[in-house]
């Protein structure tokens, strides 16, 4: 995992999404007037409270300081800590200095948390007791820059004091850095004090030179001290614009009131002004006021965003719920989700919920997924939080609210089942505000055009899995262009190419036709649509660079190669095959990298091998245990083998006194490969080819469809991206049998990458790849092996049911390997 | 640094280059010709992701 925090409830990344953290600080017995006063009374339950409502607003952690003269601290420390644990669901922060009552309240609490907070007041020595007892119960710990001579002023102090607080923590007691978070402490820049002129700089200098120079470390800050001294309503803008620029300089947390923060949208260009201008001196030389007097005079009389931030009870409550649930879209969270959209419609129309709040924070997921800092599981559960957010609000809609969104009609063509493809673009889309119509897979032209017109739609999305599919697709618009439709149409999946949306789809239709290589490209289309300016895809040959297509180990493929004896001649059908003898060819890389997209990306390798071993491989056993004993997997073969000889480019497969040819295509330039040359030629005495159709059935298809249809994005794409790489491994399972059966397999790989560098003799060609990209091959494939004895049947445009199926030839020739053309 | 294709599984690296691809020893990832290709599969070096 990456550095957390946890309660009972729920873990809190320490680094989240989308920085600060927001710590709450109202459960504080020196900085609240109201949680001393219940404190002093005893009344532990109205303590409580103020921490359920700091959660409410939008807090992430709570700080709990029950630290006040004349009061027993270990005791209500204990007493506060055992009740926060159980009805408080974020993480808390224990606030003391005092060991005793910091480790009493280690041992208390059920979850990782943060303890604050050390410094080196006392040159270290209890410092140095409050790292160890981190250590030893496994906590998080902020560390002031204070030292023996108190708080440091300038950010060369901060800094010393940071690194020696460091090297104390991680170097003599053990710590990770990651289990440390420095607060560089502010002095306010509204006292006048012409000392404290640079309070903020220096602290923002601190932050950043802290983050660079102590890799791995965390930073957090008590934001209100900035303001002290000035007219509350001022006070919560500065603090608001204080804390972006500390964010921009690489703050982690910040401990405030949740519900005083008011979003920098809200605040006016020229409020900003005047705080940036205080916060880092500027405008003070020369003439005319400085920047506090101008600060304090501005915000003196008209100070609408201020005004507006105080404006009754409850605005604070608001802003927290804003925050809030913008937060549980990016980082999925969905405990309290409810909660808090009833706390956001009583002060906006549902709909501008939808639009002004849930549709940025969706937004902002694409863009962080677009930067490579957010994995795609991790969009599908932003995707799944908005999902319900959207269903909560969605009975508040007037109808004519709910008719007001584009509607996008989407399909899967004519002969063709892949369902995953177009309904990730749903997700996206219908989580980014459009409605989808969504009319499922082998679809025909014409239903599509019946459908479009029924439900008006706006945009309509075609989506395919082979190349055979992209063809129906351009005559799919013919159609629709003789219908009369003009309504834009997009187009995607694996086969299509943006060359051959624009030469061959583009001019059969009159409304922009517009290739989209994934859903946020169609999503960045709607967006198009939507402003007008949405235009077909070009294509400018020139502009591209020619990809270089590898090839080539050795020259010369060798001609007189024995040929092996098969078993048999013929084809035979295999449905006993056990699970467990499959799983270990599974390409585990591809799988969690590729299908599952829980790439490495901006990740360190200690934090991937966490995330790999929290979340990654558990769900990878727990697949592997139901495919072998809820019979998920179900493996069936239809293979054989055949006397064959090559005629040029093809190969003729003599069986049952009838010839099958298959014409290869041949490498325009040197070393020019193709298939035909592996085997012998009739005059060199022929030679003998096998070939396999495998599948793993349905069930598991039927498994993934049933978690789509529950909103489980996540599962969804995990169940469906397994039974891939599982179906791939059955292929890998099936051919080193076949090389065994062939008397061939000398020299089989010792692991898993010697099968991804195709390290045995001979190799499998599958249909459609580019070595033999015909699809037509199918049609003799079925013939000769009967796969519908084994439930596999072919589609009109070539495509193999159910999906979870491949096929290929297998040639023993020794230099034999992958090669494009 | 390695770097593995998300999508088959090969492991480009640096110290051997991609002798099938024409690229010699002690070429760095981000320094591969423009238009290279996984010599297995044929994705972009946008599908790759860091290794190791
Ligand atoms: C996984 C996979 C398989 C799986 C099955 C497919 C599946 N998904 O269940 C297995 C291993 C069984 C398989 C088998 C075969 N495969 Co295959 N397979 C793939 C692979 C690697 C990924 C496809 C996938 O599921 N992607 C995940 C989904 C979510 O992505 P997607 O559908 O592309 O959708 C995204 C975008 O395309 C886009 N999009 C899609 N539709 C739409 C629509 C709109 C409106 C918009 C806006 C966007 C959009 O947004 C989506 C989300 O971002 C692709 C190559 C690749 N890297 O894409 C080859 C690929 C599709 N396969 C290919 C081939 C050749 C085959 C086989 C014919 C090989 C064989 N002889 O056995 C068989 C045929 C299977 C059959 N049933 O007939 C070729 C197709 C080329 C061709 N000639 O048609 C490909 C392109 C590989 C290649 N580079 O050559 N395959
Ligand atoms: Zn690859």
């Given at each position: 995992m990456r550095p957390s925090l946890s309660s009972l409830y729920q873990a809190v990344e320490l680094r989240s999404a989308i920085p600060p953290l927001l710590i709450g600080e109202r459960t504080n017995a020196n900085g609240s007037k109201l949680f001393r006063e219940r404190l002093l009374a005893d009344d532990f339950a109205g303590c409580l409270q103020i921490g359920l409502e700091q959660e409410a607003n939008g807090a992430q952690v709570l700080d709990l300081c029950?630290?006040?003269?004349?009061?027993?601290e270990l005791r209500d420390m204990c007493e506060l800590v055992s009740r926060f644990a159980r009805s408080v669901k974020i993480p808390l922060m224990i606030d003391s200095t005092t060991p005793e009552v910091i480790e009493a309240c280690l041992k208390l609490y059920p979850g990782r948390c943060v303890v604050n907070s050390v410094n080196l007041e006392d040159g270290g020595r209890t410092a140095r007791r409050v790292f160890g007892l981190i250590r030893k119960y496994g906590a998080a710990v902020v560390a002031l820059t204070i030292g023996e001579q108190g708080m440091a002023m300038t950010a060369e102090d901060k800094v010393a004091l940071a690194r020696r607080l460091h090297g104390l923590a991680v170097?003599?007691?053990?710590?990770?850095?990651?289990d440390l978070l420095f607060d560089a402490l502010t002095f306010t820049v509204g006292a006048g004090d012409e000392t404290l002129r640079s309070a903020a700089v220096q602290t923002l200098r601190a932050i950043r030179e802290i983050k660079a120079s102590l890799p791995g470390v965390g930073t957090v800050l008590?934001?209100?001290?900035?303001?002290?001294?000035?007219a509350p309503a001022s006070r919560r803008i500065l603090n608001s614009v204080f804390l972006h620029e500390a964010v921009e300089a690489g703050l982690d947390a910040a401990i405030v009131d949740a519900g005083k923060i008011v979003p920098l949208a809200r605040i006016s260009e020229r409020e900003r002004e005047v705080c940036l201008d205080l916060l880092y001196d500027r405008g003070g030389e020369g003439e005319g006021p400085g920047p506090l007097p101008r600060f304090i005079e501005y915000f003196k009389g008209a100070a609408p965003a201020a005004q507006e931030a105080v404006a009754g009870a409850g605005a604070g409550r608001f802003e927290g719920a804003e925050r809030a649930v913008s937060r549980q879209v990016v980082e999925g969270v969905r405990e309290g989700l409810e909660d808090n959209l009833a706390i956001l419609v009583r002060r906006l129309a549902p709909l501008a919920v939808i639009n002004q709040i849930l549709v940025p924070a969706m937004r902002q997921v694409g863009e962080l997924f677009g930067r490579g800092e957010l994995l795609l599981p991790f969009v599908l559960q932003s995707a799944e939080v908005m999902k319900r957010a959207v269903a909560w609000l969605e009975p508040l809609l007037s109808r004519e609210e709910a008719s007001q969104r584009t509607r996008v009609l989407l399909a899967t063509v004519q002969?063709?089942?892949?369902d995953i493809g177009k309904n990730l673009v749903e997700i996206i889309f219908s989580n980014n505000g459009y409605e989808v119509v969504n009319i499922g897979i082998k679809v025909p032209a014409e239903t599509i055009i019946a459908k479009a017109r029924e439900c008006g739609a706006d945009v309509i999305g075609l989506s395919g899995l082979l190349v055979k599919s992209a063809l129906i697709m351009r005559e799919n618009l013919a159609q629709f262009r003789e219908a009369g439709l003009r309504q834009p149409v997009l187009l995607g999946g694996a086969a299509l190419t943006p060359r051959f949306v624009a030469e061959s789809c583009v001019p059969s239709y009159d409304a922009p036709v517009v290739y989209c290589a994934d859903a946020f490209a169609g999503l960045a289309a709607l967006r198009a649509h939507e402003a007008g300016s949405l235009t077909s895809t070009v294509w400018r040959a020139a502009a591209q660079a020619t990809a270089v297509r590898p090839s080539a180990r050795g020259g010369e493929v060798q001609r007189g190669v024995p040929v092996p004896e098969p078993p048999f001649y013929g084809c035979r059908h295999v449905t006993e095959i056990d699970v467990a003898e499959v799983l270990p060819y599974v390409n585990i890389e591809a799988l969690f990298r590729g299908r599952w997209g829980y790439r490495r990306a901006k990740l360190s390798a200690e934090e991937y091998e966490a995330l790999l071993e929290g979340t990654v491989r558990p769900l990878y056993r727990e697949l592997s245990r139901r495919a072998v004993e809820e019979g998920l997997v179900q493996p069936r073969v239809a293979y054989g083998y055949y006397r064959c000889y090559s005629a040029g480019d093809a190969l003729c497969v003599v069986d049952g006194g009838k010839e099958y040819r298959f014409p290869f295509p041949r490498q325009a330039a040197a070393p020019h490969l193709c298939i035909a040359d592996y085997f012998r030629s009739e005059a060199e005495g022929g030679d003998v080819a096998g070939f396999f159709v495998v599948t793993t059935g349905e069930a598991l298809d039927r498994e993934a469809h049933a978690l789509y249809g529950a909103d489980r994005y996540r599962d969804y794409l995990m169940t469906h991206g397994f039974g891939v790489e599982v179906t791939d491994a059955l292929a890998e399972y099936w051919h080193a049998r076949m090389r065994r059966e062939l008397g061939i397999a000398g020299s089989e790989p010792a692991d898993l990458n010697g099968y991804v560098t195709q390290g045995y003799q001979g190799s499998r060609f599958g249909f459609g790849?580019?070595?033999?990209?015909?699809?037509?091959?199918h049609r003799p494939v079925f013939e000769l092996l009967r796969p519908e004895r084994i439930g596999v049947t072919l589609s009109e445009t070539l495509q193999m049911v159910p999906e979870q199926t491949t096929s290929a030839i297998v040639a023993h020739h020794p230099q034999a390997k992958y090669f494009a053309v | 640094m390695k770097m593995i294709c998300?999508?088959?599984?090969y492991v480009y690296d640096p110290a051997e280059g991609d002798p099938m691809g024409g690229v010699e020893a002690g070429v760095a990832f981000e320094a591969l010709p423009e238009g290279w290709v996984c010599p297995l599969c044929y994705a972009g070096p946008a599908a790759f992701d860091a290794y190791g």
């Open positions: 029950a630290a006040y003269a004349g009061r027993d170097d003599t007691c053990g710590l990770r850095p990651s008590g934001l209100s001290n900035i303001s002290f001294g000035l002969g063709d089942v892949h790849y580019p070595a033999c990209p015909e699809l037509e091959a | 998300t999508n088959c599984g």
